[in-house]
């Protein structure tokens, strides 16, 4: 006898893509979490892959494999994702000793993050035309 199949807690028009324990402070990549939030998932992964930051990489293999889960696993739309939620969490904390002077220490945090971006199907509206210039 098994356990019971456990409850989809996610809609059938949304998808994610879960990615532990990344060597970045959390402070760090909600910055770059904070890029792709409400974006269409075209517009995000070009955002990310013109990033200067070291962990925009790994961000967007994140959310590469949430719309590769859209796709693939739940039927899904790809030119109608847009990226609903990119939440940051804080994992282990990795402790190192720094040696300093008269003989004593210094503690050294090392900080690890999780990454979940979840992805939804939502029809993109084109932007709005600007207003018509007045003539003066």
Same mark, same amino acid.
């Given at each position: 006898?098994?356990?019971?199949? +456990?409850?989809?807690?996610? /809609?059938?028009? !949304?998808?994610?893509?879960?990615?532990?324990? =990344?060597?970045?402070?959390?402070?760090?990549?909600?910055?770059?979490?904070?890029? =792709?939030?409400?974006?269409?998932? %075209?517009? /995000?992964? /070009?955002?990310?892959?013109?990033?200067?930051?070291?962990?925009?990489?790994?961000?967007?293999?994140?959310? !590469?494999? /949430?719309?590769?889960?859209?796709?693939?696993?739940?039927?899904?739309?790809?030119?109608?994702?847009?990226?609903?939620?990119?939440?940051?969490?804080?994992? =282990?904390?990795?402790?190192?000793? +720094?040696?300093?002077?008269?003989?004593?220490?210094?503690?050294?945090?090392?900080?690890?993050?999780?990454?979940? =971006?979840?992805?939804?199907?939502?029809?993109?509206?084109? !932007?709005? %035309?600007?207003?018509?210039?007045?003539?003066?």
């Amino acid at each position: 006898m098994s356990k019971p199949k +456990h409850p989809r807690t996610l /809609a059938e028009t !949304e998808a994610q893509a879960v990615t532990r324990n =990344i060597r970045v402070s959390p402070r760090k990549l909600n910055l770059v979490a904070g890029l =792709i939030r409400n974006k269409p998932a %075209a517009q /995000a992964i /070009a955002t990310l892959t013109f990033s200067k930051r070291r962990i925009a990489q790994q961000v967007k293999k994140t959310l !590469e494999s /949430a719309i590769a889960n859209a796709e693939n696993n739940h039927q899904l739309d790809v030119d109608q994702l847009v990226v609903k939620t990119a939440e940051v969490g804080k994992s =282990i904390v990795m402790r190192r000793f +720094h040696a300093r002077g008269r003989g004593r220490s210094a503690r050294i945090e090392k900080f690890f993050s999780h990454l979940k =971006i979840v992805v939804a199907e939502r029809a993109v509206e084109p !932007e709005a %035309a600007p207003s018509e210039q007045k003539a003066a």
